[in-house]
């Protein structure tokens, strides 16, 4: 079983708004992927409103959590890795909850 930090860690985001007419979201991760360890792109597509579609770009990895040959990893800020074998695949989704409850997000936009 992995044991998760009792004190909660701190994110505080920063979002900015940009019309995808002047710069894709993809094109704007292409610029940026080679200068950080694991950017990642998230996009949605909603395509029932254009309104109401996001993409987000992580550029740099303050924790992980990851399930690989039934063996369940977890990094957190500052600790070592923890390691502990999946015993039952039902148990992972709750593994993933207990590792987002660790972080309190602080944002400034709602999303």
Known sequence: MITMTTQKITIRTLVKKQLADLITPVSL??????????PVLLESNDFSSAEECFSFI??????????????????????????????????????????????????????
């Open 58 to 111: 992580g550029l740099q990895s303050i924790a992980s959590f990851m399930v690989k040959n039934g063996v369940m990893t977890t990094q957190l800020p500052g600790e070592p890795a923890q390691q502990s074998p999946v015993q039952d695949v039902t148990t992972v989704p709750q593994a993933l909850q207990d590792f987002v409850q660790c972080f309190d997000v602080q944002q400034d936009t709602p999303y």
């Open 29 to 38: 991760f292409l610029k940026v992927r080679d200068h950080y360890t694991q």
